[in-house]
Structures are given as structure tokens and as C-alpha cells.
């Protein structure tokens, strides 16, 4: 089965269990997902340092390793520093909307960022996320909704990572890419994400598919892939809880505006019945 066949049944089978209100499919597809998050984060992560140990010491008898290290050293310094930008890039949006001091919100959001790169997980560092998340002044309500959300949607920093390392793979092979190559696959690598495991390496794991039927990618690139991403997995994911606090913001203030405008209907409201009843006691 192709990457567009799955991902087309799996949009499917997610609309139909919202619309029928499918419970026992609701159920399988949950344990589904559980056993297929426990077989990434329990036999296949574990296993892939020794993948990548063959793979290395195959290049290195090649003597294509040093040449090697010094692109993958650039191509880590480009990736930090677009993690950065995507980062004031969020909270800068985030402070416009909010009115609120961006660089304030990114240092409160440090310890998170901190956390991530320790755990290399979104889900394992939600609860510092929330907490932090709360120092910017987002209402409980709010970031008990954003957070635990983007924590499985939102990976802006993986999804970077990705694709500057698909192109630095391509270039290192020779392999011609354009506009037209990359686009549709950031666009389906965007949507693959959202349905990415939150362990460490989940992203990767979930790219390989799209790499390989996009960007015709073989083994040996899609091993390369892996060693680049997982020798930086915590970044990306220090990346994307980071900005998911800058979307709670966001959410917040409309979330805010949306009951104020309740509160001014339920209000008026309540006047105008006060007001038609003072008046029928007068006649």
C-alpha cells in the first residue's frame, strides 16, 4: 500500500468513527495505535543505533565519512538557526495578537524547552509545557486544550528538521530537486506529522514512507535520514513545545474575545427581560 492510499483510508476511517460515532472501531483503532507506538519506542528505536553503527563503519571503509560529518555539521548549524526563527517567528505573531511582551513569553517558556531536550518527547514534557504556558497568562481552561492538542499535532521544529535534512541527503547524492519537488512534499510531509507517535524518533519513522515515494529515496538515504534526525531529535522537539505555547496565546486571546462577546449578549439580554418585566409590573 502506497503512502497516499494510507494516509486516504486513515482520513476516512477518522471522519466516519466522528460521524457514526463509532465506539467499538473507536476502541481497536486506539489499542491499534498503542501497540504501534509500543513496537517504535520498544524494538525499533532501541534497534536503530546498531542500524546506524553498520551503516557508518560501511562509509568509513568507503572513506566517505569525513566528508560526510563536515555537511552534517552544517546542516545542524541551518537547522538551529531556522528553529530560532520559526520560534520569534511564532511569538512574535503570538505577541501581536496577545499584546503581550513576545520575548517575556519566550523566556518563560525556557524550562519547557529544557525539558524537551532532556525527554526527546512532546508528550513527556506536556506537564512542564503547561506549567509554563500558565506563567504567560493563559487561562487553565485554554492551555488544558492547546497543549496536550499540539503535543500530538504541532511539530513546526520536526517538520524543519525534515526537510532540511531531505534536502542535504539529495544534495549529497547528486539528486536533482526544484520548487515544484519540495513543495507537495513539506505539504505531505505537514499532514504525515500530525498523525506522527509521540516517542523519540516517531517523526522520522513516520517520514520514511513520504521520502521514499516522493522523493524516491533508497536505503541507504533513508538510513542517512535517520542518523541525521536522531543526532538531533531533541531540538525539534524542544522546537515544537516551544511554539506550542505560542499558539496557546493566541488561542487564549480569541478564546477571550469570544466570551467577552457572550458575556455582552447574555448581558443585554438579561437587561431587556428586566427591563420588559419592571415594565408590566408598572402597567
Do not use: W
Amino acid at each position: 500500500m502506497g503512502v497516499m492510499s494510507a494516509l486516504l483510508i486513515a482520513f476516512t476511517l477518522g471522519i466516519g468513527m466522528a460521524v457514526i460515532d463509532g465506539k467499538r472501531l473507536n476502541e481497536v483503532m486506539h489499542e491499534f495505535q498503542n501497540i504501534i507506538e509500543k513496537l517504535i519506542s520498544a524494538i525499533i528505536i532501541p534497534l536503530l543505533p546498531v542500524h546506524i553503527c553498520g551503516i557508518f563503519a560501511n562509509m568509513t571503509q568507503a572513506g566517505e565519512v569525513q566528508m560526510l560529518m563536515a555537511v552534517f555539521l552544517k546542516v545542524y548549524v541551518v537547522i538551529i538557526a531556522l528553529h530560532v526563527a520559526i520560534i520569534l517567528l511564532q511569538y512574535f505573531v503570538a505577541g501581536t495578537v496577545a499584546k503581550t511582551n513576545p520575548f517575556k513569553a519566550i523566556k518563560n517558556m525556557i524550562p519547557a524547552y529544557l525539558t524537551a531536550i532532556g525527554t526527546q518527547s512532546s508528550a513527556a514534557t506536556i506537564p512542564v509545557t503547561l506549567i509554563q504556558t500558565l506563567q504567560n497568562n493563559v487561562s487553565p481552561r485554554v492551555a488544558q486544550f492547546v497543549i496536550p492538542l499540539c503535543a500530538t499535532i504541532h511539530l513546526s521544529g520536526s517538520t524543519i528538521t525534515l526537510t532540511s535534512c531531505a534536502l542535504a541527503v539529495m544534495m549529497l547524492h547528486g539528486m536533482p530537486f526544484s520548487f515544484a519537488t519540495m513543495f507537495p512534499f513539506i505539504i505531505m510531509l505537514g499532514v504525515t506529522m500530525v498523525a506522527a507517535p509521540g516517542v523519540p524518533g516517531g517523526a522520522v519513522m513516520a517520514a520514511l514512507g513520504v521520502l521514499e515515494s516522493m522523493l524516491h529515496f533508497n536505503p541507504t538515504m533513508l538510513s542517512l535520514m535517520i542518523a541525521l534526525y536522531l543526532a538531533q531529535d531533541s531540538f525539534g522537539t524542544a522546537c515544537n513545545i516551544t511554539g506550542d505555547g505560542a499558539i496557546a496565546l493566541i488561542v487564549n486571546k480569541i478564546a477571550g474575545k469570544e466570551s467577552t462577546s457572550t458575556s455582552s449578549s447574555s448581558s443585554t439580554m438579561t437587561t431587556s427581560t428586566s427591563t420588559s418585566t419592571s415594565g408590566a409590573y408598572t402597567e
